[in-house]
Every structure is written in structure tokens, then in C-alpha cells.
């Protein structure tokens, strides 16, 4: 089993910083892949960041200049950094790690961005 714990949301007012943790723990062999989903309210989950193994990260466009994602890895955790906030970012967070052709889930942390 592998659990993901976030931790880091709340209340942020636009133009403000928040900085997201995510902690894997369990049977962890071999993470490929860390990163980042969000889901608005009454939307969809939509990707938001991804750190790989490589060294490379991926953003979506919306965040890419705002949002760094970085990763711990004897500690098995990832990070996403998140600047310039706007009342757009609001949505639940949430953290996966891929393993083995698997992705484990967290369930998930809320960030509102309002004044």
C-alpha cells in the first residue's frame, strides 16, 4: 500500500503564495513520477504539474511562470510553489506519485484564492 498526504492549502488572497506538500509513504520502491492535479468547483481534474525521475517538469500553460514543482526524493515528497495566486487557482489539489505503471492518489487539499 502507498498512501500521499497533501498539506498546505487555505485561504490565500489573490496575488499571494501558498506552497503545497505532498508526502508518500508505504511500500514505495521506485517513484517515476510525482506531481499535481486540481479539480475547481463543479469541474473536472485537470493536470497542473508533473516532476519526473529525469529531472524534467511539465507545466500547463496557466501556471507555467507562477507554479514551480520540486521534489525530496530520500524523502519521497514533492513540492509545488505557488505564486501570483488568482481567484482562478481556487480548486482541491491534488498530489499522485507513479510507480511501477501505477498512480497512487492523495485525497486532495483546498485552495481558495479570494480577497
Known amino acids: 500500500q502507498v498512501q500521499l498526504v497533501e498539506s498546505g492549502g487555505g485561504l490565500v488572497q489573490p496575488g499571494g503564495s501558498l506552497r503545497l506538500s505532498c508526502a508518500a509513504s508505504?511500500?514505495?520502491?521506485?517513484?517515476?513520477?510525482m506531481g499535481w492535479y486540481r479539480q475547481a468547483p463543479g469541474k473536472g481534474r485537470d493536470f497542473v504539474a508533473s516532476?519526473?525521475?529525469?529531472?524534467?517538469?511539465v507545466y500547463t500553460d496557466s501556471v507555467k511562470g507562477r507554479f514551480t514543482i520540486s521534489r525530496d526524493n530520500p524523502k519521497n515528497t514533492a513540492y509545488l510553489q505557488m505564486n501570483s495566486l488568482k481567484p482562478e487557482d481556487t480548486a482541491v489539489y491534488y498530489c499522485?506519485?507513479?510507480?511501477?505503471?501505477?498512480?497512487?492518489w492523495g485525497k486532495g487539499t483546498l485552495v481558495t484564492v479570494s480577497p
Open positions: 499522485y506519485a507513479g510507480m511501477g505503471g501505477t498512480r497512487y
Open positions: 508505504g511500500s514505495i520502491f521506485s517513484i517515476n513520477e
Open positions: 516532476s519526473f525521475s529525469s529531472g524534467s517538469r
